[in-house]
């Protein structure tokens, strides 16, 4: 049987993807399947977690709460930032170093970016990033990642096509830079205005990671495909409404599409969709997203305890 | 070095620093970096001349004044290639070329309009990634900069 809460670790803030070892992320993912076992539990009796939504994002507030709650901790925070001293005019520094007088962790969403790291070098407390900017959002890469080794049974060697917006998507980057640490293959499926950034490709250059681009998005790109990463493809990205008009359609998945797929391929997406991902694919055995999603409670359970430093045992 | 300056038609310092190699296009911010405008000493300075390296070069003598080490650090941002000579005496006692510090704080602005240092009241920072291209990566936003997108506070 597992021992719970000897708190023998540091706790730690999670900032960013790129701040947790290989070594850590596994840790992270053997957690999540742990509490997926087992949910509920009073390892945060006694816990007070903070959480601070400087931006609305209902659904990673929702998931959130409910990895404490499930966890037995108690929550104090704001999910609309109208309705405190910041609407004043008060600086991010003073409104984290108050909640820090109270809140044993604090989880925050921000509009600036960077602004997760600052506030973790401005306080004791642990800080878990859920989101700044267009910059990292460490939680929805590790529910991706999970999700990947839940379907894929492994995290090594895995054949990732990502598609759509891959120039402002933050949750390519991240699982991206993720996957280098496990010899993944990328395929990137977009249009020229939407293509995976250059730092992006430097960054598999200069890791030995082998990638492939493509503007169209076809069956055969997906034949060899483990997990199919979609994307929305936002209008407001675009410079040029008459390109946006001209490739909306061209990155939209239809069930007929996976018949040549592996039997193992999942397709994942961040959520929410639009029309990306059509009605008839949700009834394919491949389509993965809604228990993506359900993952996150887990992946966030165990991000939770680990930027608190519990020591659980599996 | 000095010697070769000769045709300039500059004093020689009898004491202070020379920066020499500064590209043409840099010259100027080098002159504000360096704060020289508040100095009350004699200062030289020099620019479009021909340099076998830059084919134009700027260059900056300051008297009786020697620059602390962070200070010409910053000299490094805008002009990697430039060469500091300290004189003492008439005589070049230290030549050397400045050198990009592992980090950079409060001198350059990000490029990031939503970048947390843009909006909050605190010092912008950096960390130099590539010291021979000069490359800078945000601390906070992890934005990169590079040429002309390094701008000065």
Not at chain 1, 31 to 40: C, I, K
Not at chain 1, 56 to 61: H, K, L, M, N, Y
Request: net charge negative; hydrophobic share 40%; with cysteine.
């Amino acid at each position: 049987m597992p021992t719970n809460a000897d708190n023998t670790n540091a706790p730690r803030s999670i900032v960013s993807i790129a701040d947790l070892s290989k070594e850590e992320i596994l840790s992270l993912i053997r957690l999540a399947a742990y509490f997926e076992e087992r949910p509920n539990s009073k390892l945060l009796d006694g816990k007070v977690v903070a959480t601070l939504f400087f931006e609305p994002s209902t659904r990673t507030r929702l998931s959130f709460e409910t990895a404490v709650n499930r966890l037995g901790g108690r929550i104090i925070g704001f999910s609309d930032p109208a309705a405190t001293s910041t609407s004043k005019g008060e600086t991010l520094k003073d409104t984290i170093k108050m909640v820090a007088n109270y809140a044993d962790l604090i989880v925050m969403r921000h509009y600036l970016e960077g602004a997760a790291r600052y506030a973790s070098e401005i306080t004791e407390v642990p800080i878990i990033n859920a989101g700044d900017g267009a910059h990292q959002h460490p939680s929805q890469t590790m529910l991706d990642l999970y999700s990947i080794y839940k379907t894929q049974d492994r995290l090594d060697d895995i054949t990732v096509t990502m598609v759509g917006d891959l120039k402002y998507g933050r949750t390519v980057h991240s699982l991206l830079m993720a996957l280098s640490h496990f010899r993944a293959k990328f395929n990137f499926v977009a249009c020229d205005e939407l293509r995976m950034p250059e730092e992006f490709r430097l960054f598999c250059d200069r890791n030995g990671i082998e990638y492939h681009e493509s503007k169209d998005f076809s069956p055969e790109v997906i034949a060899d495909t483990d997990i199919l990463y979609m994307t929305r493809v936002q209008r407001e990205r675009f410079t040029d409404l008459m390109e946006y008009e001209r490739v909306k359609d061209l990155y939209n998945l239809e069930a007929s599409m996976l018949d040549a797929a592996k039997d193992s391929m999942r397709v994942l997406h961040p959520l929410p969709r639009v029309n990306e991902i059509a009605q008839d694919v949700d009834d394919s055995p491949k389509a993965y997203y809604f228990q993506q999603a359900k993952n996150g409670l887990y992946a966030r359970q165990a991000m939770i305890c680990t930027a608190l430093g519990m020591d659980i045992r599996i | 070095m000095e010697s070769k300056n000769k045709e300039l038609a500059v004093a020689a310092l009898r004491n202070g620093t020379v920066i020499d190699h500064i590209p043409s296009s840099a010259l100027f911010k080098a002159v504000d970096l360096l704060g020289i405008e508040k100095l009350g000493v004699s200062v030289t300075i020099g620019n479009n001349l021909e340099s076998k390296r830059l084919g134009h070069k700027g260059i900056i003598k300051v008297a009786d004044t020697e620059f602390p080490p962070e200070v010409l650090s910053r000299i490094a941002i805008i002009a990697p290639s430039a060469v500091i000579n300290t004189i003492r005496d008439y005589e070049v006692v230290k030549k050397e070329p400045v050198s990009l510090p592992d980090e950079i704080t409060g001198l350059v602005v990000c490029d990031n309009p939503k970048c947390v240092s843009r909006n909050q009241p605190i010092p912008s920072r950096f960390e130099v990634i590539d010291r021979e291209n000069v490359a800078l990566r945000c601390h906070y936003c992890e934005h990169e900069l590079r040429g002309d997108a390094i701008i000065l506070k």
